[in-house]
Structure formats: structure tokens, C-alpha cells
């Protein structure tokens, strides 16, 4: 079984510019996780998605960052304009929503704003 | 919300010796209580869990062990080997609830040949 795809895995861009991370979830999970992880911090969630619909983004700075998934499969995650401070790792995770909730991550994209 | 710290940040044992690392959380309806192993530059991966209807589970040498009194969970590693090398992180959650983790800030574990 293939696990959590994520694209690009690294990413440099300079400040102000635009990035999109992709990811594609194991195959028949509905719920997908989009986290920021800082270095040398633990991950902390940004958005989650059930099928297609965010049932969790209060986390999300929605003045610069955006997310879909549309059709409830692949979801991308957009910053416009990056700053700075967004340097860091971005990692997808999928769980099928049953009781168990192991969350499994993808590689992740390390982000760079020069 | 959730809070989830852990301790130490740090942690360096012989290697065959024990190891353990300590969390506690703030929510009392969390329920769940992960543990990832991320090694470096790789993803965070599941390597025990423990539900807040048990109080210890064991895996071959690593185990965890859950106070819901005292809303605080352990990792426990015996027999520590040169692979256990890595970042461990805890984490809480309420089961059929917001589904939400909030991990801990990481414990770097480095397992001394």
C-alpha cells in the first residue's frame, strides 16, 4: 500500500512570492491533515479536512494560506504572499476516520523563504 | 485547547540502558495518546498508542503507561538499542471528538554505542 505522497519536497522561493504544496492521501481515507512543523518543534495542525469540506482551520493564517481538496481525494496547500517566517517543514497526514486515528504522515515539503 | 508538554528535550542513555520520557496535557476529555518516532529528515511515524480505558501497553521493549488522575503519560524504552535514535514525540486527542493531535515539543533520544 502506498503511503501519503507529497510534492515538491523541497521548495526555495524568495520572500513575497508565491508556493503550492501538494499531497495525495493513502488511498481510502477520508480524513486529511495538513501541519507546520518548526524546527526542533512538534507538528501542529493547520487544517483538516473531512471528504471535501475544512471542518478544522482555525488554525490556518487565512490572510496568506489556503487549502482544498477538491473531490475529496489529492489537497493542495497555497501561501501567498511567503514570508520569512514561513521556513518550515509542511506535512500532509491521512487517517480513514475510523475510532483508531493513527495518523499516518507524508515526507513533507521543506519550505525556504530567502 | 489541548496543551501538551513534554520533558526532557534532551535525553542520552547508554546504549541497552532505559529510557523514558514524560507528557502531561491539560484537556480531560482527551483520550488518546500517541507516540511518533520522526528520524531525521523523515516523517513522523506511529510506534504505540494507549486509550484512556487502559492504564499501561506494552510492545515488545517499548510501552507507555497513562495517569488520568494526574493527566500524564509516559514512554518507556528498555533495552535501548543504536536505532532508537531520534526524535520522539507525544500527543493528545479526544477520540470521537475533534479528532484533533496536539503534540509535545519532541524529545531528542541519542542512544550512546
Known amino acids: 500500500e502506498a503511503g501519503v505522497v507529497q510534492s515538491p519536497r523541497y521548495k526555495i522561493i524568495e520572500k513575497k512570492q508565491p508556493v503550492a504544496f501538494w499531497c495525495n492521501p493513502i488511498?481510502?481515507?477520508?480524513?486529511l491533515y495538513w501541519y507546520l512543523q518548526n524546527l526542533g518543534q512538534g507538528p501542529e495542525l493547520l487544517i483538516r479536512?473531512?471528504?471535501?469540506?475544512?471542518?478544522?482551520d482555525s488554525q490556518l493564517p487565512k490572510d496568506r494560506f489556503s487549502a482544498e481538496r477538491l473531490k475529496g481525494v489529492d489537497s493542495t496547500l497555497k501561501i501567498q504572499p511567503a514570508e520569512l517566517g514561513d521556513s518550515a517543514v509542511y506535512l500532509c497526514?491521512?487517517?480513514?476516520?475510523?475510532?483508531?486515528?493513527?495518523?499516518?504522515f507524508g515526507p513533507g515539503t521543506r519550505l525556504t523563504v530567502l | 485547547g489541548e496543551n501538551v508538554e513534554q520533558h526532557p528535550s534532551t535525553l542520552s542513555v547508554q546504549e541497552g540502558d532505559s529510557a523514558v520520557i514524560k507528557c502531561t496535557y491539560s484537556d480531560s476529555a482527551s483520550n488518546y495518546f500517541p507516540w511518533y518516532k520522526q528520524e531525521l529528515g523523515k516523517r513522523p511515524q506511529l510506534i504505540i498508542d494507549i486509550r484512556s480505558n487502559v492504564g499501561e501497553k506494552k510492545d515488545q521493549r517499548i510501552a507507555v503507561t497513562l495517569n488520568k488522575t494526574a493527566k500524564h503519560f509516559s514512554l518507556h524504552i528498555t533495552e535501548t538499542q543504536p536505532e532508537d535514535s531520534a526524535v520522539y514525540f507525544c500527543a493528545a486527542s479526544i477520540l470521537f471528538g475533534n479528532e484533533k493531535l496536539t503534540f509535545g515539543t519532541g524529545t531528542r533520544l541519542t542512544i550512546i554505542p
Open positions: 497526514a491521512s487517517s480513514s476516520g475510523l475510532a483508531f486515528n493513527e495518523q499516518f
Open positions: 488511498s481510502g481515507h477520508n480524513t
Open positions: 479536512y473531512e471528504n471535501e469540506e475544512a471542518v478544522d
